[in-house]
């Protein structure tokens, strides 16, 4: 775990904005559904290598083996309006299943345990229950071609000096899979499979499709590489806990989400009130932002975006602080769900789109928004 504290759910935390549920699930769709299910769960439990579970080919390339598995995940966890009404019975079938696939995936999308594995596979059938060996931090993923060559997938993210980077930790290019567990207030659990852009030893950004707000608090399982754990290091798997601490615009229906880890275990109030948004300890280090923030309150006008650029509501507010590239101003009306804003200063005749960081509420019951200007630099 590392070393970010989190607060219990912010003030008004519970009053979450909640996202309408799933459509109705017809008899239909519930019948095709277990259809592939119960022919997916057959194969992984007769398969005798991880080919035959995928269902691919040995020649497979590393991105047909990354899409197999991710169909297969898929298959395993569907939208919540009908991963709910799966029978108990079979939760545990379904649980072994993503096991083994996970297991198969960490082998065959790394080239020293996949070269390792098929001369294994050649003298006797593949035991899925007793995998190889955790690899060194030396032999992580490397890339799979159809003529094997190695090929480094860790490549530095930043070569900053340190006095540069303001990052807490090195970040690494790297794309996997992961299943993001959360939960709405009114539509209830929910599960979607995405894929990470980077990686690093305290967080991820993530692919998603779903909407999700800053200070949510999701479960993650991905196949991070072992020298980038906390924990679990000789589990096929990461399970950890996330709170979401930045989500980007959506394009072509799909945002960015920057997840900085907590640990393996929830914290506190989220059994309770799992959909609640929580806020992290105010960092204490060296200064991360690219442009120091003064103080200053002005008045500015704000107008709120969704996803499609249509017009949700204006108001008057104040900035507290204001930087070249940013700002925090206080608010009283902003929806509970936007995408953009558009903000104004009379008094410096400038005007930005801006993307909202961070929001929460103060000791007075006002709101506050974080947000980092787009297309122009404050002046």
């Not at 109705?24 to 769709?29: G, L, M, N, Y």
């Not at 519930?30 to 592939?36: A, H, V």
């Not at 950004?205 to 608090?217: D, H, I, Y």
């Not at 704000?302 to 008057?316: F, P, T």
Request: proline content about 6%.
């Amino acid at each position: 775990m590392n070393d970010t504290s989190i607060s219990p759910p912010a003030e008004g935390g519970n009053h979450a904005p909640s996202l309408s549920g799933e459509a109705k699930t017809s008899v239909e769709q519930l019948s095709s559904y277990y259809l592939d299910l119960e022919r997916l769960l057959d194969r992984t439990e007769r398969a005798t290598t991880h080919y035959h579970l995928f269902g691919i080919d040995r020649s497979a390339t590393y991105d047909q083996v990354q899409l197999a598995y991710r169909e297969v995940v898929s298959t395993l966890f569907p939208a919540y309006g009908i991963s709910a009404a799966v029978p108990v019975e079979m939760i545990a079938r379904i649980d072994r299943a993503f096991d083994n696939a996970t297991r198969a995936f960490k082998t065959l999308a790394n080239f020293n345990r996949r070269l390792e594995y098929d001369d294994l596979s050649q003298t006797k059938p593949a035991m899925m229950e007793h995998p190889p060996s955790p690899p060194s931090p030396d032999q992580e993923a490397i890339e799979i071609k159809r003529v094997p060559h190695q090929k480094e997938v860790f490549t530095q993210y930043s070569k900053s000096s340190l006095s540069q980077n303001r990052r807490r930790t090195e970040r690494f290019r790297l794309g996997i899979p992961v299943r993001a567990t959360g939960h709405d207030r009114k539509g209830g659990k929910w599960n979607e499979i995405g894929q990470t852009l980077d990686v690093s030893r305290t967080g991820i950004n993530l692919r998603m499709r779903r909407r999700v707000r800053s200070g949510a608090v999701l479960y993650l399982t991905l196949p991070l590489p072992v020298k980038l754990r906390s924990h679990g290091y000789s589990d096929s798997t990461y399970n950890v806990y996330a709170i979401v601490r930045r989500v980007d615009p959506p394009m072509r229906g799909e945002r960015f989400v920057g997840l900085e880890f907590i640990g393996e275990h929830p914290p506190a109030g989220y059994l309770e009130n799992p959909w609640a948004l929580f806020k992290t300890a105010r960092w204490s280090g060296h200064e991360r932002r690219w442009a120091p923030r003064i103080a200053k309150r002005e008045v500015v006008w704000v107008e709120y975006y969704d996803e499609a650029r249509k017009l949700l509501g204006r108001e008057e507010a104040r900035t507290e602080n204001v930087s070249r590239r940013g700002a925090r101003i206080s608010v009283r009306t902003a929806p509970s769900e936007l995408d953009l804003i558009k903000i104004t200063s009379p008094v410096n005749k400038f005007e930005s789109f801006a993307t909202v960081r961070s929001r929460f509420r103060g000791i007075d019951g006002a709101e506050r928004l974080c947000i980092q200007f787009v297309d122009k630099e404050w002046q």
